[in-house]
């Protein structure tokens, strides 16, 4: 059934690239991709398709903006492919594609433009990459632009502050904790950056013993200035603060948020803003990224959105066949779909890229983690796999043991770096290594008759490679994760850019808090009372 007026959601008023699309499952090649995956897809082995194709490295790799592809050791061949590609233009992928950079609201929840891609369009990109309809948001993203890498560079020639505190959670921790953390070899001599996002004390309280309040400029990051956790720590450092001798709030408190009027009742007046367009996994190139900027500078940050719109524009032109970011999303579907693999392991062969994995189970979790689609109809089939992962050499002698001999089958997704940055080549050298031979072996496997030492093999995996870890390759990086998950969406016909089950364990929260102080357990669930009643009992 395609999405059309007189579905459970009215239709009518949306975006033309909305209305009359097909979710995935509608489409007429779909029944072809369920036959083919029983007729060949099934019984996929990786192991016959390049003994039998020597060409089957070259069609199944890629170059893009800054990352290299290498998509051969998937359980795919090319009518596999060309069925996929097939049902991202039944599914109108690339109109829905285009609505978004054009700034219509393909955000229907919310009825609101998704438009992350503006924060790091140039000022020249205006009436080419960009629709000339969005000129006064650009300008105003550049003026926004200009005063808060302004400010950074204020910042990093102030001797007197040796440490930056960001307090912030979700998409204003995540991005830019990870970021900073994948270019730590990078930041200023002198100068540390913190974050903190958990409510949990003990977490705000093991950085504020790393710090003195004279020295410190804390960064409070929430759009709405109401976030709970973020505010709970904010209010929390500035009573330390007050209370180991500082006496200026105004100039060592810096807000990142629409809500300007709150940020000065707490006594902030520098403030940086962003706007409703910009969901917050999708919010490191905005004001949010502060702590970046001042870590490494403009010029890097300015990089880093150089990076990720070279991969904007890559995702923008280039035709379906050798567009990286489509191409990925459609094996994650081929994958969550028709082989029913229910996660997807990032191994990073880098340790910078620590934090990359949890900040990708925001951007595609949060995205896609949903059981209805545009119309609020209960789909029929998976979304969202789940992502976990670390630094691929630990995860060696962690969980690569399930995913050489487990049970399930879990896509391993590797990311290598040719380039060191330390002067340790042995290390680096036996670190490629090691990455190339994981990703062989489980293609390979090895037989064993007594079983236990049997690595079956036929495992897929993909393996994306850097040239270097500097701005610009991570903003590409960065970018053609958020365009898959964008094109995996829409193929799902989810709206990718609300977050509704965010917020009902926040909504009952508030609830309970007063609880814990009064008692009261009066119309809670017989778990939930008997909880309650347990900690109490323990003060």
């Known amino acids: 059934m395609a999405l059309t007026p007189g579905s459970a959601l009215d239709m009518s008023g949306l975006p033309a690239a909305l209305v009359n699309r097909p979710r995935c499952d509608q489409a007429a090649v779909w029944p072809q991709l369920g036959q083919h ?31 290299f592809a290498d998509l051969s050791k998937n359980l795919i061949d090319r009518t596999g492919e060309a069925l996929l590609l097939q049902l991202a233009r039944e599914c109108r ?77 979700g998409g204003s921790d995540l991005g830019p904790k990870m970021v900073v953390r994948a270019l730590l070899d990078r930041v200023s001599p002198g100068r540390r950056v913190h974050f903190v996002s958990n409510v949990d004390g003990h977490e705000l309280a093991a950085v504020l013993r790393l710090v003195k309040p004279r020295s410190t400029l804390f960064l409070v990051a929430s759009k709405t200035f109401t976030t709970t956790e973020t505010m709970a720590n904010a209010h929390a450092a ?60 403009a010029t890097a940050f300015r990089t880093l959105l150089a990076g990720a719109h070279a991969m904007d524009e890559h995702f923008r032109t280039a035709p379906l066949a050798r567009n990286l970011p489509v191409r990925l999303a459609l094996l994650d579907v081929w994958y969550r779909n028709f082989h029913g693999f229910t996660s997807r392991n990032i191994a990073p062969y880098h340790s910078a890229l620590r934090y990359l994995a949890m900040h990708l189970q925001q951007v595609e979790m949060e995205s896609n983690g949903k059981r209805v689609d545009l119309a609020g109809q209960a789909l029929g089939f998976g979304t969202a796999p789940v992502l976990w992962g670390e630094p691929g050499a630990n995860g060696q002698h962690a969980f690569f043991q399930m995913l050489h001999q487990g049970t399930d089958v879990v896509p391993v997704e590797f990311i290598a770096v040719r380039e060191a940055s330390h002067e340790l080549p042995r290390q680096h050298q036996l670190l490629l290594a090691n990455a190339l031979a994981q990703a062989q072996a489980l293609m390979l496997g090895k037989p064993d008759g007594g079983g236990h030492k049997h690595f079956p093999g036929n495992r897929p995996s993909t393996f994306l490679l850097l040239e270097r870890l500097d701005p610009e390759s991570l903003g590409a990086l960065i970018a053609l ?21 965010v917020e009902l364990g926040k909504v009952l929260a508030r609830d309970i808090e007063p609880r814990l102080a009064s008692g009261d357990v009066a119309g809670l669930d017989g778990s939930t009372a008997g909880l309650l009643r347990r900690l109490l009992e323990n003060y």
């Open 238 to 297: 500035r009573r330390w603060f007050e209370a180991g001798g500082g006496v200026d709030v105004a100039r060592q408190f810096v807000g990142l948020t629409a809500n300007v009027a709150a940020a000065r009742e707490f006594g902030i007046q520098t403030t940086f803003g962003f706007w409703d367009w910009v969901g917050g996994r999708y919010s490191l190139w905005s004001a949010i990224g502060l702590p970046i900027a001042i870590a490494f500078g």
């Open 37 to 67: 995956h029983r007729q060949a897809g099934a019984a996929f082995d990786l192991r016959q398709a390049f003994a039998e194709d020597e060409r089957r490295f070259d069609d199944f790799s890629q170059g893009a903006p800054h990352v």
């Open 93 to 169: 992928v690339e109109a829905h594609r285009d609505a978004m950079f054009a700034g219509e609201a393909i955000n229907t929840t919310e009825g609101r433009a998704v438009l992350h891609t503006l924060l790091r369009a140039p000022r020249e990109a205006l009436g080419g990459a960009v629709n000339p309809a969005l000129g006064p948001q650009l300008a105003e993203v550049h003026a926004t632009l200009d005063a808060m890498l302004a400010y950074a560079e204020a910042v990093r020639a102030d001797a007197a502050i040796t440490d930056v505190v960001n307090i912030g959670i």
């Open 481 to 501: 994760q958020e365009h898959r998950v964008f094109v995996s969406g829409s193929l799902w016909g989810l709206n990718s850019f609300d977050q509704w089950g």
